[in-house]
C-alpha cells in the first residue's frame, strides 16, 4: 500500500517484500519524498504501467517472490522505463557477481542492508539531483528537434492536403504513399547497396513522397475530379501536372539547393516515368529514372488501384499487386516489383496498422536521450534507427481505442494488459502469466493460449503480424473477438531474436449476432437477395475459426459471355439472368450453406462437405449451367478445399480465384480444383482503364 498523494513532492517506489525494510526506507525518507510501495516485481511493474511519469525513484530488492530484483530491471530495459526511472539496488547480498549483475543491468547505485539513514538520504538525493539536471538538458534538445521535425512536416502535410482535397481523394492518399514508399526503400536498402540508401535517404524520400501530386494544383477541377475516362485532350492537360510539380519546386527562392527539396523535386517531375521509357514527362528510361521517382511512382499507382476514385471502385489488395506485376499500369523496375512481391502480405497489413498521427513526444524524448549518451546534438542515421523499435509501438497502441491491447515479454513469460482490457474482462490484474494463469485461463482456453503462441512465434521480423478470431468468455459470456498480433524482434539482421508481441482483440460480437439469422440477413444484395461479399465473408471466417474435422470448399465462379446478354437483350434481361441463377442456387442448396454474390455476374459459394466433395461440386456446377429463355448460360468455376488450400479467408478466397481463372484460360464452361500449379496466374477481375 501507498501513503496519500502529494502531487508537489517527488515520488520514489520501494520495491521489497520485507514490509519491515519498506517500513524503515519510508521512516528515513518519507519527510521529503511521497513513498510508493510494492510487496514483489510483479506490483513494481503495475505501478510502473500506471504512474511511470510520477516516480523519481526506484528502491529495488534482489530476492523477491514470483518476480525478483533482476526479472524486474529486464522488463524495464524491455519496456524502455529504465531510461526514465533511476533505480537503486537494495539488498544483504554483497557478492561482486550480483552487484556487477545489477549495474549491466541499468541501475545507478547499489545500497547494502542494514541501512544506514545518512547514506541512504545522501545517495537518493545525488542520483535524483543527476536525473533532474539530465531531463532538462533531454528537455531542451527535444524541444529543439521537436521543432525543426515540425517546421518541415507541417508545410509538406499543408502542401499535400490542399492537392488531396482539390482533388478528391481520401485524405489518406498522402500518408498511405509515403507508408508504402517507406517500407519499399528499406526492403530495398537490405537487397542491394546499389542506391545508397541510408536510413537519412529513406526518411528524406519518404517526406518528399507527400509532395508527389502538388502539380495538380494547376489542372482545372472539371477534369480533376471528372467521373468519367478523360478524354485524350484532357489527359495531355492532366499530364502537365508533374512538370508543373517540378518547376513549382525548382523556383522555390534561396531553398532549391536544400536536400529535400531537391528530392521532392526528382519525385514531382518523374513519378509517371516508366522504366521502359513510356512515361512522361521526359520520357526517362531505367536508371535515368532517381530510385525516389521510381518508388513513389510504385506508391502511388497501388494507392490509386486500392482506393476509391470518382471514375472507379477500389480494387482488393490482391488484384493491385496482380495488376502491377503483370505490367496492367506500366513497366517498374524489376527489383522494386521483386521487392513488392516479398513484402505483399508485410504491406497489406503496415497499411491497416497507420494512422495519422504526429511524432511521438516519447520518440523525440528518447531520441535526446540517445543524442546526449552519444555526445552528438544533432539529429544523425543513428538517431533514426533508435527510433524504429518505438516508432512500431507507438504507431500500432496509437491507432487502436476501446479495445482489449496487452504486451507480452518473451524473456519473462509475462502478459501486460491495458487498463481497459482488464476492466473490460473483468479482472483486476493487470500482468499475469499467459499459459499458467488461472484466472485467463477462464477467459481463453489453454490450447488457445497455446496456438496464439505458436502462431506468433512462427512469423519472422519481416512478416510480424498475424490476424485471427477467438470467442473470449467477457463476464460469464462468450463473445467473438478479432485478434491482432504484430511480433517483436531485436537485433541485427544477421542476429535477429524474437523479444516479444503486442496485440489487441476487437470485440466483432454484434457483428456476429447481427448475422446469426440467415433469413434475416439474406437481403444484402438488392438484385439478387443473397448476401453481399461483405457479409458472407464474415460468416466464413466465423466458421472457419470453429472448424475442427469438416471439410469446406470456397466455390468461385462467373458466367461465361455474359455481356453478350446485356448486348442483345439489354441489361434488364441481364438482370433477370442473374436472379434466375441466385433462385437456382437458394432453392437447391442447403439452408447453412453460403451463396453470395461477389460483384457483376460472380458469385461465391461456401459449403460443407460430408464424404465425395468431387460428385458435390459437380452438381453445383451442373446446377448453374442450363438455359434461360434465349440465353444459354455456361460458367467458369474454381474451387479451393478447406484444409487442403488454406485455413484462412484470403489464402482461400485467393486460390479459388487462381482456379477460376485456370478455367477460363482452358476453355470455359468447366470447373476446376485449386493446384499449386495455377499460382501466379491473372486475376479473373477487370483491369482499372489507365492509372490517375
Not at 511521497?34 to 534482489?62: F, H, P, Q
Not at 549518451?373 to 544523425?380: E, P, T, Y
Request: aromatic share 8%.
Amino acid at each position: 500500500m501507498s501513503k496519500k498523494r502529494d502531487l508537489n513532492r517527488k515520488k520514489i517506489l520501494v520495491v521489497d517484500d520485507s514490509e519491515m525494510n519498506r517500513s524503515i526506507l519510508a521512516d528515513m525518507l518519507g519527510d521529503e519524498y511521497e513513498i510508493l510501495e510494492a510487496t514483489n516485481g510483479i506490483e513494481a511493474i503495475a505501478v510502473i504501467k500506471e504512474r511511470e511519469s510520477e516516480i523519481t525513484l526506484m528502491l529495488l530488492d534482489i530476492v523477491m517472490p514470483q518476480m525478483d530484483g533482476f526479472e524486474v530491471l529486464s522488463v524495464m530495459n524491455k519496456g524502455g522505463w529504465i531510461g526514465n526511472i533511476p533505480v537503486i539496488m537494495i539488498s544483504a547480498e554483497t557478492s561482486s557477481n550480483l552487484v556487477r549483475q545489477a549495474y549491466d543491468l541499468g541501475v545507478t547505485d547499489y545500497i547494502s542492508r542494514p541501512f544506514d539513514g545518512k547514506v541512504v538520504r545522501r545517495r537518493v538525493n545525488n542520483t535524483i539531483m543527476l536525473y533532474t539536471k539530465q531531463k532538462m538538458l533531454q528537455g531542451m534538445i527535444a524541444e529543439q528537434i521537436m521543432e525543426k521535425e515540425k517546421s518541415s512536416s507541417l508545410m509538406v502535410e499543408i502542401l499535400s492536403n490542399i492537392v488531396e482535397f482539390r482533388n478528391g481523394e481520401s485524405g489518406l492518399h498522402v500518408l498511405h504513399v509515403r507508408t508504402i514508399t517507406e517500407t519499399l526503400l528499406k526492403y530495398l536498402s537490405e537487397k542491394t547497396d546499389q542506391y545508397d540508401l541510408n536510413h537519412t535517404k529513406i526518411a528524406m524520400i519518404s517526406l518528399a513522397s507527400a509532395l508527389h501530386d502538388i502539380g495538380k494544383i494547376s489542372i482545372d477541377e472539371k477534369i480533376l475530379n471528372k467521373p468519367g475516362k478523360l478524354t485524350d485532350e484532357e489527359f495531355e492537360i492532366m499530364k502537365t501536372h508533374a512538370a508543373v510539380g517540378g518547376d513549382m519546386l525548382k523556383n522555390i527562392s534561396h531553398r532549391s539547393e536544400e536536400e529535400l527539396v531537391k528530392v521532392a523535386y526528382e519525385i514531382c517531375r518523374w513519378h509517371h516515368e516508366r522504366y521502359n521509357g513510356r512515361g512522361y514527362p521526359d520520357g526517362l528510361k531505367g536508371e535515368e529514372i532517381p530510385i525516389s521517382a521510381q518508388v513513389v511512382a510504385l506508391a502511388d499507382v497501388y494507392d490509386a488501384l486500392t482506393s476509391e476514385r470518382v471514375y472507379k471502385p477500389p480494387f482488393s489488395h490482391e488484384k493491385a499487386v496482380h495488376m502491377i506485376m503483370n505490367g496492367e499500369c506500366g513497366v517498374f523496375n524489376p527489383l522494386l516489383l521483386e521487392c513488392l512481391q516479398e513484402i505483399k502480405d508485410y504491406l497489406k497489413d503496415e497499411l491497416e496498422l497507420k494512422s495519422v498521427k504526429d511524432v511521438a513526444g516519447s520518440e523525440v524524448q528518447s531520441m535526446a536521450e540517445e543524442l546526449i549518451a552519444k555526445g552528438d546534438v544533432s539529429a544523425s542515421d543513428r538517431t533514426l534507427r533508435l527510433l524504429e523499435q518505438e516508432r512500431i509501438k507507438y504507431q500500432f497502441f496509437a491507432s487502436m481505442s476501446k479495445e482489449i491491447q496487452f504486451e507480452y515479454n518473451a524473456d519473462t513469460d509475462i502478459v501486460t494488459l491495458s487498463e481497459w482490457g482488464a476492466d473490460y474482462l473483468g479482472i483486476k490484474e493487470l500482468i499475469m502469466h499467459p499459459l499458467e494463469d488461472e484466472k485467463s485461463a477462464e477467459i481463453l482456453k489453454k490450447e488457445k493460449k497455446q496456438e496464439i503462441r505458436k502462431k506468433v512465434r512462427s512469423t519472422s521480423y519481416k512478416e510480424p503480424v498475424i490476424s485471427a478470431l477467438y470467442r473470449l468468455r467477457v463476464k460469464g459470456e462468450e463473445r467473438w473477438h478479432r485478434l491482432m498480433v504484430r511480433s517483436m524482434w531485436e537485433g541485427t539482421e544477421e542476429d535477429m531474436h524474437y523479444s516479444g508481441a503486442i496485440g489487441k482483440f476487437v470485440n466483432v460480437d454484434e457483428d456476429y449476432k447481427r448475422m446469426d439469422s440467415l433469413e434475416k440477413e439474406a437481403a444484402q444484395d438488392t438484385l439478387t437477395n443473397l448476401f453481399n461479399h461483405r457479409n458472407a465473408r464474415k460468416l466464413i471466417e466465423r466458421i472457419l475459426a470453429e472448424r475442427r474435422e469438416y471439410t469446406y470448399s470456397l466455390i468461385l465462379f462467373d458466367l461465361d459471355h455474359f455481356k453478350d446478354a446485356n448486348d442483345q437483350y439489354g441489361h434488364l434481361f441481364g438482370d433477370e439472368v442473374l436472379k434466375y441463377v441466385a433462385r437456382k442456387l437458394t432453392d437447391n442448396l442447403r439452408k447453412d450453406d453460403i451463396i453470395a454474390r461477389v460483384g457483376g455476374d460472380e458469385f461465391m459459394i461456401f459449403v460443407e462437405h460430408g464424404g465425395h466433395y468431387e460428385a458435390q461440386i459437380e452438381r453445383m456446377f451442373r446446377l448453374v449451367t442450363g438455359q434461360y429463355e434465349n440465353f444459354k448460360i455456361g460458367v467458369s468455376m474454381g474451387v479451393a478445399l478447406v484444409p487442403k488450400d488454406g485455413e484462412d479467408y484470403e489464402s482461400l478466397f485467393h486460390a479459388a480465384d487462381q482456379a477460376l481463372y485456370a478455367s477460363k484460360r482452358e476453355g470455359r464452361n468447366q470447373y476446376k480444383f485449386y493446384d499449386d500449379t495455377m499460382e501466379g496466374t491473372l486475376s479473373v477481375l477487370s483491369p482499372v482503364d489507365g492509372e490517375e
